[in-house]
């Protein structure tokens, strides 16, 4: 199993950043993926998640209306459109497998907000 994030970078207060996550090594049409954040010195915190046929997606209270998740079951891989980003968005993002539990990780990509 290998999770592949890809898309972080610097942006500026109020642009937007896409982030992909490549997944490869199972069925990943029969799995929900999920994207969590880590900012320096805090815990890795859920940001989204979407159920294996995209059908059902969830957010974290302060992503609602910035964040959308996303997935191409045909290009077994995860998105998350991220817009009107805010310094406190700055963290390394990860995608996982799973919805509530997860056991496989990406390396995560860097994301960071700032003028």
Known sequence: VQLVESGGGLVQPGGSLRLSCAASGFTFSRYAMSWYRQAPGKERELVAVISSTGGSTNYADSMKGRFTISRDNAKKTVYLQM???????TAVYYCGRGWATHDYWGQGTQVTVSS
Do not use: A, I, V
Not at 83 to 89: I, R, V, Y
């Open 83 to 89: 817009n009107s980003l805010k310094p406190e968005d």
